[in-house]
């Protein structure tokens, strides 16, 4: 099983609509959780840290479930800006390595 | 403030050729780290530096050289490039703390190897 696992995609979704995706991990002993943001071409960007109460930004929630091993973004009125690959990023405590899922394409349609 | 910044943008190589890759970055971060984006794999981690003068092997060492001979500056050396380095390389850093794990990325090389 991979460290972390995220649905490729691609997702294609009406603007204006709701989108949500997961990303599972293995290790039970993670403790940094991040969504990043990478354009076609670009370098990725972080978009929101993940904490454990769950955390909101506008349009934006990250959600965290440690029992089941999984991060969760969800997208609310999704905007043809957000077409992207969605990055899911993991870190140890102590350790100074992040660990990447491959990542999940979003496509809105106008 | 540039933030992490890579030279080159772009490289064509030929076989055998080889090339230093310079990642620079002026946020004063500890942590360096060099990547490589190939399409449906991710990234994957190449080598990185906790600091000056230290570096490590990451996922996928082999063909690399790397040196971190001053704080802000991260070297990737491909001593004999082969066509299996062709992707896309991502220099990042970051600082040292508990909660700030956030990594800053340069934009990129784009290496072909013919």
């Known amino acids: 099983r991979k460290e972390v696992e995220q649905d490729p995609g691609p997702f294609n979704v009406p603007e204006g609509a709701t989108v949500a995706f997961n990303c599972t991990y293995s290790?039970?002993?993670?403790?940094?959780f991040f969504w990043y943001r990478q354009d076609c071409r670009k370098e990725p960007k972080l978009l929101m840290s993940?904490?454990?109460s769950g955390n909101e930004d506008g349009r934006f929630t990250a959600q965290l479930n440690r029992a089941s091993q999984y991060i969760s973004l969800l997208i609310r009125d999704s905007k043809l800006s957000d077409s992207a690959t969605y990055l899911c990023i993991i870190s140890n405590f102590g350790n100074e390595k992040l660990t990447f899922g491959t990542g999940t394409r979003l496509t809105i349609i106008p | 403030n540039a933030g992490v910044t890579q030279t080159p943008k772009f490289r064509v190589l030929k076989t055998g050729q080889s090339m230093t890759l310079l990642c620079a970055q002026d946020?004063?971060?500890?942590?360096m780290y060099w990547y490589r984006q190939d399409p449906g794999m991710g990234l994957r981690l190449i080598h990185y530096?906790?600091?000056?003068?230290?570096?490590a092997k990451g996922e996928v060492p082999d063909g690399y050289n790397v040196s971190r001979l001053k704080k802000q500056n991260f070297l990737l050396g491909l001593e004999s490039a082969a066509p299996s380095q062709t992707s896309v390389y991502f220099c990042a850093s970051r600082t040292i703390g508990t909660s700030q794990y956030e990594q800053y990325f340069g934009p990129g090389t784009r290496l072909t190897v013919t």
């Open positions: 993940v904490y454990s």
């Open positions: 530096s906790v600091g000056e003068g230290t570096t």
């Open positions: 946020m004063n971060h500890e942590y």
């Open positions: 290790n039970s002993a993670s403790q940094s």
